[in-house]
Structure formats: structure tokens, C-alpha cells
T-cell receptor
């Protein structure tokens, strides 16, 4: 069974730039959730994708957007990067429906905005 | 908004000791989960709880879903050095509309084990 994978591992961007982070879900999972984890904090929910549709969103501005593909992999896009966007971005996959909360995380992408 | 308060914030214990940590909220949660995160890694799911009063074990770990549905507890018995890490509680708030999959996380409990 293949676990959740994310790329890239680390990324350094400049304020105002755009970034795309990628996630491959665990085999058999059709739902992907994205979280932002600031240093010393717990993860914060950004949004979830189920069957290629956004299925819930946290308190993040529209410059955070996402996609899910037919193979259930997903992308997180962040436009107009700000210094406060520096964080560990985590992707989690799960089955849909009532099992959507039993989420399995990837290793994360460490984004640094300078 | 909904918040989860974890305590203690950190623990430094001797190898072989038992550990208890808890997570509380002012609002009701439908699901509780416990995760462990090592430095530079993503959180690893330890235990998921779905019913009030449920007590579930995973090896040396035991977690309980509080009767009031506003709290959860994690116990680790006979700690070993590899138990070191940050433990997070997470939950599905009762008021989440539909199955949006949104989990609320606590701030974490950092566990250090002295050999």
C-alpha cells in the first residue's frame, strides 16, 4: 500500500510570487485535505477535495486554491505569497463520506517566503 | 471559533513511566483522533474514536472519547525513547456542515523521554 506523498520537500519563494504544491493520495483514497502548519502550532484546515470538487474550506483567502485530478492526486496553489505564508503544508488523504475524518498525512512541503 | 485545548503543553518523563494527556473543548465534537508528529514529518494517525465513552487501544496507547463529547484522553503505558514527539488531538466539530472533512487540531503536547 502506497502512502501519501508530497512534492517538493522544501521550497523558497519571494513575496508576491506564486507556488504550486503537489500531493498523491494513499492508494484507495478518493479524498484529499490540505492543512497549513505554522511553527509550534497544530495544523489548520485549508480545504478538502472529494471527487474533484471542493468539499469544505477553512478561513483562508481566495488566493489559496486547489485542484483534484481524476486519479485523486491534488495541487495546492497560493498566489501573491506573503511572509506569513511560510509554513509546513500538509496533505492528508482519506476515504469519502463518514470516513473523511480518518485522515492520513504526507510528510509535508516546507515553504519559506522571503 | 472552535478550539481544542491540550494539556500539558510539554512533558519530560523517565523511560518506563506512564503518560497521560488530554484535550478539551467548549463545544461538542463528533469524532476525536490522536496523532503523533516527529520533527520534519507529517502527523501519523494513532487512534480514531467515534462514540462517546469509547475506549480504544493501539499497543501501549489507549484513548477515550469523553462522555460529554467535549474531551478526550490519551494514555501511553511504559514509555520508551521512541515515544518522543509531539502528540496532537484533533476532532470533527458537531456543527460542521455535511462531511466537509474539516479537522480542528489542538496545539500539541511535546513528550520527551529520558532513558
Amino acid at each position: 500500500e502506497t502512502g501519501v506523498t508530497q512534492s517538493p520537500t522544501h521550497l523558497i519563494k519571494t513575496r508576491g510570487q506564486q507556488v504550486t504544491l503537489r500531493c498523491s493520495s494513499q492508494s484507495g483514497h478518493n479524498t484529499v485535505s490540505w492543512y497549513q502548519q505554522a511553527l509550534g502550532q497544530g495544523p489548520q484546515f485549508i480545504f478538502q477535495y472529494y471527487r474533484e470538487e471542493e468539499n469544505g474550506r477553512g478561513n483562508f483567502p481566495p488566493r489559496f486554491s486547489g485542484l483534484q485530478f481524476p486519479n485523486y492526486s491534488s495541487e495546492l496553489n497560493v498566489n501573491a505569497l506573503e511572509l506569513d505564508d511560510s509554513a509546513l503544508y500538509l496533505c492528508a488523504s482519506s476515504l469519502g463520506g463518514a470516513a473523511a475524518y480518518e485522515q492520513y498525512f504526507g510528510p509535508g512541503t516546507r515553504l519559506t517566503v522571503t | 471559533g472552535q478550539q481544542l485545548n491540550q494539556s500539558p503543553q510539554s512533558m519530560f518523563i523517565q523511560e518506563g513511566e506512564d503518560v497521560s494527556m488530554n484535550c478539551t473543548s467548549s463545544s461538542i465534537f463528533n469524532t476525536w483522533l490522536w496523532y503523533k508528529q516527529d520533527p520534519g514529518e507529517g502527523p501519523v494517525l494513532l487512534i480514531a474514536l467515534y462514540k462517546a465513552g469509547e475506549l480504544t487501544s493501539n499497543g501501549r496507547l489507549t484513548a477515550q472519547f469523553g462522555i460529554t463529547r467535549k474531551d478526550s484522553f490519551l494514555n501511553i503505558s511504559a514509555s520508551i525513547p521512541s515515544d518522543v514527539g509531539i502528540y496532537f488531538c484533533a476532532g470533527q466539530p458537531q456543527r460542521s456542515s455535511g462531511n466537509t472533512g474539516k479537522l480542528i487540531f489542538g496545539q500539541g503536547t511535546t513528550l520527551q523521554v529520558k532513558p
